[in-house]
């Protein structure tokens, strides 16, 4: 038996034939037959998937009379499952940038990361920026203007902002590398910074925080408090959330700069900081971190279980979850609402 793989045309064609006249044995004179071509754009149909070898569940389920898509609630859920198993298991793929030596790394230590489905962009103390190709692990751009260290970063379609021991936090053209403008105003190493749409706000060892106008480059408002350098800052909406040096996190009102609340109960400096708008976490050189109720301020649960200090926090509401990531070589996942450990993962490494 014969066996064929069809195609499938965004633009197929439908052939609709010609009237014909009833059979007959009667020798007449055969006429050319006619056809009717009509040509449909569907622009909403899946394209066939040829690189997947038994694709039993398409990206979407489609009704060619009316060219629409549907979720296909069955792949939906048997890829949340699949990640959800992942995440139980520990499973993870381990992927070096660049994948060869190339001479494109890092010549010293890398502060911080961010990456999305097409990039991952790196900061490190050798001065520099890069932009790396997140499939083939090429880099793809070096940005160089820092005269040291470059200790924070963020990006977004349009731009990436950094900030260094230098005092300066410059905004660059995420497409073409080009600097679009530079923002002075700390008095020391710029430690941290977030923003959102046209507002920044950034921190820094002078211990002060400055909200920013991304627009005009100026400092909006000047934020004091803290007694010690402020290692790490998140905002959610009006609300600022400021971790320091000094062991304490601090709740600031981003309209009139007012201090609205003082968090203190780690026994030793904060250096990161989480907050979804409701609860805050934080981690800490005492080795621990604290989930609290911004409200409120109260401690809802300390977890325990890093030998060193944890240095860096992310946090997902949506699937209660924390990553912690400490000096001790480890990355822990924590449940947000329970605060148990649910999975550690340690490595040998190098450095911190």
């Known amino acids: 038996m014969s066996s064929h793989r069809s195609t499938v045309s965004n633009y ?30 569907f622009k909403n149909r899946p394209i066939a998937r040829k690189n997947v070898k ?15 898509r549907f979720i296909n609630w069955r792949r939906l859920y048997r890829n949340r499952s699949l990640v959800e198993k ?9 992927r070096v940038f660049p994948p060869h030596d190339t001479g494109d790394m890092h010549s010293e230590g890398i502060y911080c990361i961010q990456f999305d489905n097409d990039k991952l962009v790196s900061a490190s103390r050798d001065r520099t920026i890069k932009l790396w190709d997140i499939r083939t692990g090429e880099c793809r751009q070096t940005l160089v203007a820092h005269s040291q260290s470059v200790l ?27 600097i679009i403008r530079t923002m002075l105003g700390h008095g020391d190493s710029v430690l941290n910074l977030r923003f959102s749409e046209h507002t920044m706000v950034s921190c820094s060892k002078d211990k002060t925080l400055r909200v920013w106008d991304l627009e005009t480059g100026v400092t909006l408002r000047k934020l004091q408090g803290h007694r010690a350098a402020v290692n790490a800052v998140q905002f959610k909406d009006h609300l600022i959330v400021s971790a320091s040096g000094d062991r304490t996190i601090k ?19 904060i250096a990161c900081v989480e907050f979804d708008g409701e609860r805050i976490v934080s981690g800490s050189c005492d080795q621990t971190i604290k989930i609290w109720n911004a409200t409120t301020g109260e401690c809802l649960h300390t977890l ?26 480890s990355l822990k996942v924590w449940g947000l609402n329970h605060g148990a450990m649910l999975l550690s993962l340690s490595q040998a490494i190098e450095g911190r």
């Open 251 to 269: 709740l600031w009102d981003m309209t009139t700069g007012d201090c609205l609340r003082t968090f203190d109960s780690h026994s030793r400096g």
């Open 152 to 178: 924070c970063l963020q990006y977004n379609d349009d731009y990436i902002i950094s900030g260094s021991g230098d005092k300066k936090i410059i905004q660059w053209d995420i497409r073409t590398g080009e």
């Open 54 to 68: 038994y694709d039993e569940t398409a990206l979407y389920h489609y009704k060619e009379e009316t060219d629409q």
């Open 304 to 329: 325990a279980g890093h030998t060193n200090l944890v240095r860096t926090l992310q946090v997902d509401a949506l699937s209660d979850r924390i990553v912690s990531g400490s000096y001790d070589g």
């Open 12 to 41: 197929p064609l439908t052939t609709i034939p010609s009237a014909r006249s009833s059979f007959s044995t009667t020798p007449r004179q055969c006429t050319p037959s006619t056809s009717t071509h009509v040509y449909r754009s």
């Open 86 to 94: 992942r995440w139980r298991d520990g499973k993870c793929k381990m």
